[in-house]
């Protein structure tokens, strides 16, 4: 029987209702995510790059190689969980889950909730060690965004539609934060980050993959996502997808051409 949506939300509602996770106030209204989304960018925009400005950068490679052990074993850990319910399920799942089932859903999307709510400390991180280049208008979109996504998913739409993009998307961030890990033991370390410039292939890669996997759970589904929920889903990565691809052309044509430039000025 085709579960309707009145039905899902309903269920969805006294799951919630009666989940230990509901002493968490930023899942009780829109408000709470607002709250989380200004505090984020008053931080990131303003208050502390006002606090550093003329105070010298924070030393913090230790404190971030524990930061990305962290995010690389985190990481891992969702990897490990969604794979096994993609080998029970498929990559595109079918069913609707309810009660139970429901539970456990709104309970393994918790870790990856977390999760993009934990990465915001990557900009911080990068404005105590002065590193304003990197704060750009892509990764604090990049952060806000998914910190919508997931909230949006984790309270309004529990189910399993994004259990693939949250396998992909967390097996990219532990290639990345592995290249983090090892970029912030220290130079000596540099010669096991030659791969950087691959990160961004693999991300746009990621990209492609999501869409794909989205349209099809959409179109599959016998209880697909409401369409306004869908359609920004689709709007996100096509847009990651697009300022990832402008980052990667200026990052690495403009060290090419510059690279191309000295070699001409040594032949000369």
């Known amino acids: 029987m085709v579960a309707t949506y009145e039905n899902i939300f309903e269920d969805v509602s006294k799951t ?9 106030t930023l899942n009780e209204t829109l408000t709470g995510l607002f709250l989380v989304l200004v505090l984020y960018l008053s931080l990131v925009l303003k208050i502390l790059p006002t606090f550093m400005k003329h105070r010298q950068p924070f030393q913090l ?15 891992l850990y969702i ?22 089932d429901l539970k456990d859903s709104i309970n393994d999307i918790l870790p990856y ?20 280049n990197q704060v ?15 909230w949006f998913h984790y309270m309004y739409h529990p189910c ?42 693999v991300q746009l890669i990621q990209f492609v993959l999501v869409i794909s996997n989205l349209y099809y759970q959409q179109k ?7 369409a306004a929920f869908h359609y920004y889903c689709l709007f996100c990565i096509s847009s990651f997808f697009v300022l990832f691809i402008n980052f990667y ?20």
């Open 16 to 24: 919630v209702e009666s989940s230990p996770i509901q002493i968490w």
């Open 61 to 75: 490679n230790r404190l971030l190689s524990i930061y990305n052990a962290v995010q690389v074993t985190s990481s």
């Open 79 to 100: 990897v490990f969980l969604y794979s096994k319910y993609v080998f029970r399920h498929g990559v595109i799942t079918t069913r609707c889950p309810q009660g139970e």
């Open 113 to 132: 909730f977390i999760a993009k709510h934990v990465d915001l400390l990557d900009t911080i991180f990068f404005i105590l060690r002065k590193k304003q």
């Open 136 to 150: 750009t208008f892509l990764h604090v979109y990049h952060h806000s965004a998914m910190v919508g996504w997931t």
């Open 160 to 201: 399993d539609h994004f259990v693939v993009v949250g396998l992909i998307n967390s097996f990219v961030h532990v290639i990345m934060y592995t290249y983090y890990w090892l970029a912030s033991l220290g130079p000596e370390y540099a010669r096991f980050v030659w791969w950087k410039k691959h990160l961004t292939k």
């Open 220 to 226: 599959l589904s016998p209880c697909p996502l409401p």
């Open 249 to 268: 052309l200026q990052s690495y044509s403009k060290r090419r051409v510059s690279n191309s430039a000295k070699e001409a000025v040594k032949d000369d």
